[in-house]
């Protein structure tokens, strides 16, 4: 098994800040590793997501992704990275009320250019992966809490990213979905072998 991320020594330095948002954080992520962050609420989970995702620039430090190191990307070079491989499931879900569950599972792969027939098939495997099927016709309004993050987490897997990037993803779930939700996540996170970060609190 070769190691697809390399995180040495990051620090991230907001300015007026007393402290730093990351101090010196260095971890290595091997292909199809499952690998959970867990740390209290203003500990840098998700500054860290943001850094590894290159929505922001550590202030020193550097992070290798197949060898690349991707804090060096241009904005362009950095807004493609993020649209080729990574995949994101947040504590809010982000789904466009204005589409249907399957128009937004697809989103991605319409962003990356793929062709309308070919969409339909990717969608169908994510949500028979997801056991929500049922519902692509739907608005994301017209479902419950727990079937909206499976939404999210078909439109994150959809485009099979090189790494899936869970930011508290189960929070605003009650006890009993956040376990078979978390479940799941393991379950499809396996069966695809997508490398993965999970942060949380809990």
Same mark, same amino acid.
């Given at each position: 098994? *070769?190691?697809?991320?390399?995180?040495? !020594?990051?620090?991230? @330095?907001?300015?007026?800040?007393?402290?730093?948002? /990351?101090?010196?954080?260095?971890?290595?992520?091997?292909?199809?590793? +499952? $690998?959970? @962050?867990?740390?209290? *609420?203003? &500990?840098?989970?998700?500054?860290? /997501?943001?850094?590894? &995702?290159?929505? !922001?620039?550590?202030?020193?430090? &550097?992070?290798?992704?197949?060898?690349?190191?991707?804090?060096?990307?241009?904005?362009?070079?950095?807004?493609?990275?993020?649209?080729?491989?990574?995949?994101?499931? +947040?504590?809010?879900?982000?789904?466009?009320? *204005? $589409?249907? %569950?399957?128009?937004?599972?697809? +989103?991605?792969?319409?962003?990356?250019?793929?062709?309308?027939?070919?969409?339909?098939?990717?969608?169908?495997?994510?949500?028979?992966?997801?056991?929500?099927?049922?519902?692509?016709?739907?608005?994301?309004?017209?479902?419950?809490?727990?079937?909206?993050?499976? %939404?999210?987490?078909?439109?994150?897997? %959809?485009?099979?990213?090189?790494?899936? /990037?869970?930011?508290?993803?189960?929070?605003?779930? !009650?006890?009993?979905?956040?376990?078979?939700?978390?479940?799941?996540?393991?379950? %499809?996170?396996?069966?695809?072998?997508?490398?993965?970060?999970?942060?949380?609190? !809990?």
């Amino acid at each position: 098994m *070769s190691t697809l991320l390399e995180v040495k !020594d990051i620090t991230k @330095i907001y300015p007026n800040q007393p402290k730093p948002g /990351l101090d010196h954080v260095s971890f290595e992520v091997m292909q199809g590793e +499952f $690998l959970g @962050i867990m740390g209290a *609420s203003g &500990s840098g989970k998700t500054t860290l /997501l943001n850094v590894l &995702s290159t929505i !922001d620039i550590p202030t020193s430090g &550097s992070i290798r992704m197949g060898g690349k190191k991707i804090q060096e990307l241009s904005q362009t070079q950095a807004a493609d990275f993020r649209k080729n491989n990574l995949g994101f499931i +947040f504590q809010e879900y982000f789904l466009l009320d *204005s $589409l249907t %569950v399957q128009e937004n599972i697809a +989103f991605p792969l319409k962003m990356q250019g793929w062709k309308k027939k070919d969409r339909i098939e990717k969608v169908k495997e994510a949500a028979k992966m997801l056991q929500i099927e049922e519902y692509l016709k739907r608005k994301p309004g017209k479902l419950s809490g727990g079937q909206q993050q499976r %939404v999210a987490i078909a439109r994150a897997i %959809v485009k099979n990213p090189k790494i899936l /990037l869970l930011d508290e993803p189960l929070s605003n779930l !009650d006890a009993r979905l956040r376990i078979e939700l978390r479940d799941e996540i393991r379950r %499809v996170q396996k069966q695809l072998g997508i490398t993965t970060i999970f942060v949380t609190h !809990d």
